[in-house]
């Protein structure tokens, strides 16, 4: 037994070293027609991809450190015609860049060779020295070959104090990233994708995926799937720069829309950082753009699209029927079907209750509600009756654990999460899903003679809950309000006053006349963030103010939490405004109501007050049990934050002592 572990011991030490030896030698470089290697005297080290697929490499010496004066290495990874090559760092330190950003010591990459090997025109794509944090993790050639080429300068002595470098690499598969669709004549990048008998599904990238995007890129990619079928799309990964600001102001993003061009209905916009958004399509129909402007390219994205005949939902399997034989009470969740399935082609409103509604529930049940659209589609959820059994009388803090209740499930980022779970007599509010689909469960674990059940009413609504103002059809949810047409009138966050829906964004245009400007004055208002700055750090909710269509306005502070009277009256500078509502994925609260006016000059100066009366201040005990986010949480979090950024230390302090202090109004 000692024995065997003291040489598995020696076994994985030699295989350690052998991992991250390298023997760099002029005679590896033999294989190269040109001359750099020569005029720079480097050495070379080959990693070529039959054999193994995959290894490790690693600067000399490493993990001790590296020599000084190493004029020139080359590593050359040199792949199969089909494959490319990916190098992922998983260590880096070498010495620092000197004041005006130059790299003494170097790494360079040479990702876009047309031959395997550099010569004297050859270009590096990338260098970088320094530390870990501050390099390209991944890097991917965009043929068969790559080449790194390591320097170090020379220094009297001794040796610098750098480790250098370990990495892996890889071997891939150039065709796992070819678009499946026909590239349109005539256009630089716009592909089309036609669902025939033989081609059901594919995949699309944005240019030189899985290298970064090219600056100023512009992709096309249309969709045409035949009648009665609907196209969905999966975007796996999705990595695009990303300011704290709204989607729709960031140069680089993606956009669907639910027909053939740009005219049709925006359905999906994505920027910054996402591993699995769906869209589906309402028609035949969908269209993609991605642009981004010349700055911060990021990796782009990689999607994957399928024609489908019908929605597909998760649960596949899920009985659809309730039977309605009047057979005895059933008391055994393996003798009762209780499921439903809501598809919005069928059923685009309606209710679902408990079994037996009003009259008890059976014990020992689970029912599941499955709500399925398409498009823009969301669900909205309305609570009509709520009588469940409670074990005890249910005390201020109530725990659904051990009672029977009802858990709303959303999709946020590809992932199915429960919104929150509710028990007893209290009626949940207005909910409302962040995408296309929604699970309710009803779980029932005793029930009792005297409960009657929950009832619901539900509709996929395409307007967000938004009711006033023109529903403009060029982004997900965006309303314009004219002055032409109304001069003034109200404007409410998504599914307002249920809780709003989290990961969403709605704009708010106003078109004034002439030297009209747009008053807003928020009468209700509370929406989940860190004040005073909003942001997305703090993970908050906040609603922003710009006086321009597409880009933000720095002057305008952002509004979240809830503001005291004096910061609730908002004015623009000229004739447009936009108000913007953004939602982040976790934390819910009941968002805003507002009064706007389109005021001319002179109606400014004839009214000072507030011609909708006074603000309602809210109260802040009914916000306790509305809202889905369990307050200490974010108690927590202020003082997570607290410790994590000294800078905004007071900011924190003020927000944690808010949300101590007892609700002033209760
Ligand atoms: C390397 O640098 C660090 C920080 O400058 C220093 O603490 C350490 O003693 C150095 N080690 C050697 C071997 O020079
Ligand atoms: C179906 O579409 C694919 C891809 O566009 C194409 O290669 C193939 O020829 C088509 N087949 C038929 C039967 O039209
Ligand atoms: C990108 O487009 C902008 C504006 O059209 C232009 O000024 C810039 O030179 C372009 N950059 C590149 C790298 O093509
Ligand atoms: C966009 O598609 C619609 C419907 O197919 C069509 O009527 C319209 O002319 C198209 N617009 C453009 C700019 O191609
Ligand atoms: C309902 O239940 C009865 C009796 O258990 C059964 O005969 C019938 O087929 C069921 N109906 C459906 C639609 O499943
Ligand atoms: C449900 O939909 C029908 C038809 O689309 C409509 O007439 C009815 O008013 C809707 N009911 C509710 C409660 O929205
Ligand atoms: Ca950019
Ligand atoms: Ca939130």
């Known amino acids: 037994m000692h024995v065997s572990l003291a040489l598995m011991f020696v076994y994985t030490t030699g295989l350690l070293y052998q991992c991250s030896s390298i023997n760099p030698a002029p005679e590896n470089c033999l294989n190269y027609e040109s001359t750099y290697h020569i005029t720079r005297a480097c050495d070379c080290v080959v990693y070529q991809s039959y054999g193994l697929n995959n290894g490790i490499f690693t600067s000399p010496n490493f993990p001790q450190f590296y020599p000084s004066n190493i004029n020139c290495i080359l590593y050359s990874f040199i792949g199969d015609a089909s494959e490319i090559i990916e190098l992922t760092f998983m260590s880096f330190d070498l010495k620092m860049p000197d004041p005006s950003g130059r790299c003494g010591d170097y790494v360079r990459i040479f990702q876009n060779l047309e031959r395997p090997e550099v010569n004297e025109h050859s270009q590096y794509d990338l260098e970088f020295c320094g530390g870990y944090s501050s390099i390209p993790k991944t890097v991917f050639s965009a043929g068969r070959s790559l080449v ?26 150039k065709r796992n990233y070819l678009i499946t669709g026909s590239r349109v004549e005539g256009h630089k990048c716009m592909f089309d994708f036609h669902s025939n008998i033989s081609h059901h599904s594919g995949r699309f990238f944005s240019p030189g995926y899985p290298q970064d995007y090219k600056p100023n890129s512009s992709c096309r990619f249309r969709f045409f799937a035949r009648l009665g079928e609907r196209v969905r799309l999966l975007f796996t990964n999705i990595q695009l720069h990303h300011i704290d600001a709204s989607c729709r102001d960031s140069p680089d993003v ?25 869209v589906i399509s309402t028609g035949t129909n969908l269209f993609v753009a991605f642009t981004c402007d010349d700055r911060n390219q990021k990796q782009g994205f990689a999607a994957s699209y399928e024609f489908i005949n019908k929605i597909s939902t998760q649960n596949n399997g899920v009985r659809s029927i309730k039977n309605d034989s009047n057979s005895a009470m059933p008391t055994s969740s393996s003798q009762f079907q209780c499921n439903e399935n809501m598809d919005s082609r069928s059923h685009r409103n309606g209710t679902i209750s408990s079994p037996f509604y009003p009259e008890p529930y059976p014990s020992n049940i689970r029912c599941r509600y499955i709500f399925t659209g398409g498009g823009r589609e969301r669900i909205q959820l309305r609570f009509l009756h709520m009588d469940l059994h409670v074990p005890r009388e249910p005390t201020s803090a109530v725990d659904c654990k051990e009672a029977d209740s009802v858990s709303v499930y959303i999709v946020i980022n590809g992932k199915t999460e429960v919104l929150n779970t509710w028990c007893g007599r209290k009626l949940p509010p207005m909910l409302m899903s962040s995408q296309h689909n929604m699970i309710v469960e009803f779980q029932s674990l005793h029930s009792s003679k005297s409960v009657t059940g929950f009832k619901a009413q539900y509709s996929f609504v395409t307007n967000f809950g938004i009711h006033e103002g023109q529903q403009d059809n060029r982004g997900m949810c965006v309303f314009n309000y004219q002055s032409s047409v109304k001069s003034s009138g109200e404007i409410t966050s998504p599914n307002y006053n249920g809780l709003y829906p989290r990961n969403t964004e709605c704009h708010y245009l106003f078109y004034g006349r002439g030297k009209e400007r747009v008053q807003i004055i928020f009468v209700d208002f509370d929406v989940d963030g860190l004040t005073p700055r909003c942001e997305e750090s703090t993970y908050s909710d906040y609603v922003s103010f710009s006086n321009f269509a ?10 979240c939490g809830q503001p005291p009277a004096e910061k609730r009256e908002i004015w623009s500078d000229g004739p447009f405004f936009r108000v ?28 000072e007050g507030n011609p909708h009366g006074t603000i309602i201040e809210r109260d802040r005990k009914r916000n306790s049990g509305n809202t889905a986010y369990n307050s200490s949480e974010r108690k927590h979090m202020a003082g997570y934050l607290t410790l994590a950024s000294m800078t905004s230390l007071t900011v924190a302090c003020l927000t944690l002592g808010l949300f101590l202090l007892p609700p002033r109004l209760a």
């Open 148 to 173: 790194l080429e390591f320097h170090s300068d020379f220094r009297v002595g001794k040796p610098g104090n750098y480790t250098g470098f370990k990495g892996n690499y890889q071997f891939l598969d």
């Open 550 to 559: 597409e880009t933000e306005d720095r002057k305008m502070t952002r509004l």
């Open 254 to 278: 993606i956009t669907v829309y639910d027909g053939t061009n740009e005219s049709a209905p925006v359905i999906g916009e994505f920027c910054g950082v996402h591993n699995a958004e769906e």
């Open 580 to 607: 913007i509502f953004k939602s982040n994925e976790m934390y819910d609260s009941t968002g805003f109501q507002a009064y706007y006016q389109f005021k001319g000059p002179q109606d400014e100066h004839e009214e």
